[in-house]
């Protein structure tokens, strides 16, 4: 079941604006490219929604406001009813590493280091000590299947080996929010079911997911699909 709403966008817009504006120009057409309009949406805790939409139709910018890796042009977001532009960049990433795990389409594992030094990473911006993180990334890697390979770098990994090593680093810092974005789009079908089936089991968990993908048959393993198209939502909210 979900529960209270945990993210709530009010009328949320983004611009990337071409040059500096000048006075006056606040209200110009042409000073940049439009990504997101009036975007409405809220996400109760505990929810599974997929944002499913075409190349360049907003998504994963969306995303990226919603991770506080970026900054509305317009509107509100209020993330556990706190207002995010009141939050300068120091408490946006105390929240980021605190609060939201991330999961990309490019693993962004570090490929000198092993699949445990990679699953430890977050925690090393954490006051905890190093072998509670140690322990807690060892439980996570075992958990989803990666228990013989935990000491093995990504090259020596498959797509999906990588990407449960990221979804173990994801969930290190036991999250209350994690943001997939195209987490299934490098890799073939059968694994990429078996990763939605791993985020499925993380959302039984009580984890709010939030997975952007072009694939409706990765969209419809969410438990609400909202579709993107120019930057607008044009399907259910």
Not at 120 to 134: C, F, H, K
Not at 215 to 223: C, G, N, S, T
Request: zero cysteines; a negative charge.
């Amino acid at each position: 079941m979900s529960g209270p709403a945990q993210i709530r966008l009010e009328g949320l817009g983004k611009t990337f604006v071409h040059a500096p504006l000048g006075p006056g120009d606040e209200h110009r057409e042409d000073h940049g490219v439009v990504v997101l309009r009036d975007i409405n949406l809220t996400i109760s805790r505990g929810d599974f929604v997929a944002l499913q939409g075409t190349s360049g139709s907003g998504k994963s910018t969306l995303l990226h406001l919603i991770g506080l890796l970026d900054r509305p042009s317009q509107g509100r977001y209020l993330l556990e009813g706190r207002d995010t532009a009141e939050l300068d960049d120091d408490a946006a990433s105390a929240i980021r590493n605190q609060h939201i795990g991330f999961v990309f389409q490019s693993f962004y594992l570090i490929p000198y280091a092993t699949a445990l030094e990679n699953v430890m990473l977050p925690g090393m911006y954490s006051d905890r000590p190093q072998s509670e993180i140690r322990a807690r990334a060892v439980e996570l890697l075992e958990r989803l299947g990666l228990a013989d390979r935990m000491h093995f770098r990504p090259s020596r990994l498959s797509g999906g080996q990588q990407q449960r090593v990221a979804m173990a680093r994801a969930l290190l810092n036991d999250p209350d929010l994690i943001l997939a974005d195209e987490p299934t789009g490098q890799l073939d079908s059968t694994t990429s079911k078996e990763i939605i089936e791993l985020f499925r089991t993380v959302n039984q968990t009580g984890k709010t997911i939030l997975l952007v993908t072009h694939d409706e048959d990765v969209a419809l393993a969410a438990r609400r699909v909202i579709r993107l198209s120019d930057g607008r939502i044009v399907g259910p909210s």
